[in-house]
């Protein structure tokens, strides 16, 4: 499987500020996505992130909150903008990889804080 | 919308014995179906997986059964051991699959092998 990297790992941030996280993939990937899990929750996806065309958003979530860039197949970022507590969150990104198109891998994920 | 139910919510098992997790779907055009291990801190790792042409798969002491008509798939785990220990989440592909492969969690089940 795709060896998968995000930046930062953590990170404690004041209401209001916005935090880009970066997913960082070694290997060209079709599909790359973003998971919200909530303290003691499961996942929620966020969006899909398309290579040259604007992210797909799941209902809840929007891009002014959430701008999403993927300029090319191995690389994405995820912005949370104008922070509050309630964001306070990790944030996921995960890939489809290898030769199937089903399976998805997750990076290790970046837990904000947000004071 | 699509939906998927996950239970128990928490399981306790003494080493040795069998675990048993217990997923429904609620969309029937769904054909894909991955299980995730999450330990504590770590990002989800996928585990086993079937697809809807398949009523059982196993990996050594992991199985996963498929019931399509019924749409309930589950996870058994076999002579469990401590390191066992982890929150597990099911999940179904929504749709085909291709530009529609987002997946959708269950709730997670915290299994705790005692030993």
Same mark, same amino acid.
């Given at each position: 499987?795709?060896?998968?990297?995000?930046?930062? !790992?953590?990170? *404690?941030?004041?209401?209001?500020?916005?935090? +880009? *996280?970066?997913?960082?993939?070694?290997?060209?990937? +079709?599909?790359?996505?973003?998971?919200?899990?909530?303290?003691?929750?499961? #996942?929620? #996806?966020?969006?899909?992130?398309?290579?040259?065309?604007?992210? +797909?958003?799941?209902?809840?979530?929007? *891009?002014?909150?959430?701008? *999403?860039?993927?300029?090319?197949?191995?690389?994405? +970022? #995820?912005?949370?903008?104008?922070?509050?507590?309630?964001?306070?969150?990790?944030?996921?990104? !995960?890939?489809?990889?290898?030769?199937?198109?089903?399976?998805?891998?997750?990076?290790?994920?970046?837990? #904000?804080?947000?004071? | 919308?699509?939906?998927?139910?996950?239970?128990?919510?928490? /399981?306790?098992?003494?080493?040795?014995?069998?675990?048993?997790?217990?997923?429904?779907?609620? %969309?029937?055009?769904?054909?894909?179906?991955?299980?995730?291990?999450? &330990? /504590? @801190?770590?990002?989800?790792?996928?585990?086993?997986?079937?697809?809807?042409?398949?009523?059982?798969?196993?990996?050594?002491? $992991?199985?996963?059964?498929?019931?399509?008509?019924?749409?309930?798939?589950?996870?058994? $785990?076999? &002579?469990?051991?401590?390191? %066992?220990?982890?929150?597990?989440?099911?999940?179904?592909? /929504?749709?085909?699959?291709?530009?529609?492969?987002? /997946?959708?969690? @269950?709730? @997670?089940?915290?299994?705790?092998?005692?030993?």
């Amino acid at each position: 499987s795709a060896v998968i990297s995000q930046k930062p !790992s953590r990170d *404690i941030c004041q209401r209001g500020t916005s935090l +880009t *996280i970066q997913c960082q993939v070694d290997s060209q990937v +079709t599909m790359m996505f973003w998971y919200r899990q909530q303290p003691g929750q499961s #996942l929620t #996806l966020i969006a899909t992130a398309n290579q040259g065309s604007e992210a +797909t958003y799941e209902s809840g979530f929007v *891009i002014d909150k959430f701008p *999403i860039s993927r300029p090319n197949l191995t690389f994405s +970022t #995820l912005t949370v903008s104008n922070m509050s507590p309630e964001d306070s969150s990790i944030y996921l990104c !995960s890939v489809n990889s290898g030769t199937s198109t089903d399976t998805q891998y997750f990076g290790p994920g970046t837990r #904000l804080t947000v004071l | 919308g699509e939906n998927v139910e996950q239970h128990p919510s928490t /399981l306790s098992v003494q080493e040795g014995d069998s675990a048993v997790i217990k997923c429904t779907y609620s %969309d029937s055009a769904s054909n894909y179906f991955p299980w995730y291990k999450q &330990e /504590l @801190g770590k990002r989800p790792q996928l585990i086993i997986d079937i697809r809807s042409n398949v009523g059982e798969k196993k990996d050594q002491r $992991i199985a996963v059964t498929l019931n399509k008509t019924a749409k309930h798939f589950s996870l058994h $785990i076999t &002579e469990t051991q401590p390191e %066992d220990s982890a929150v597990y989440f099911c999940a179904a592909r /929504l749709g085909p699959g291709g530009a529609t492969n987002k /997946l959708i969690f @269950g709730t @997670g089940t915290l299994l705790a092998v005692q030993p």
